[in-house]
């Protein structure tokens, strides 16, 4: 995210029936994430919504937010299953309604499975070094 806003905004996610996949930067102070779960997600103390974020599940009872490259949630929620939805970004797919809704300017979603901390490393590096380059890079 470019702007450190936080309101009741979902920046990646669905939800079909109980199970969800779920990514919000900064909802008031606090990042959240569900990734495969219909358990009560995960959180942490966030209070600027700048920078990169990544959030990968790399087993059944492991779930892991970074933020610019650094753990930010080191989630232990075991998976319930894969949603059968439409992922949405910019918002969540809530049941075939688009919810909570984000304005925040975001230069890239990335979906995939189960990263490690070297490809979380990887990827942030190249991606800042890229917009770096354009003048826009993310992370203050």
Known sequence: SHENV???IIDVGVRAGTYWIMGAIKNASTTYMRMNTGSTAESA?????TGMYIFSRTSSGSQIAYKNGSVLINGTQTSSGIPNAELYTLCYNNNATSSNVSYRTTSMIEVGGGLTATDVRVLTNAFETYMDALGKGIIP
Do not use: F, R, Y
Not at 45 to 49: E, G, I, R, Y
């Open 45 to 49: 103390s966030n209070t600027d919504a």
């Open 6 to 8: 936080g309101d009741d």
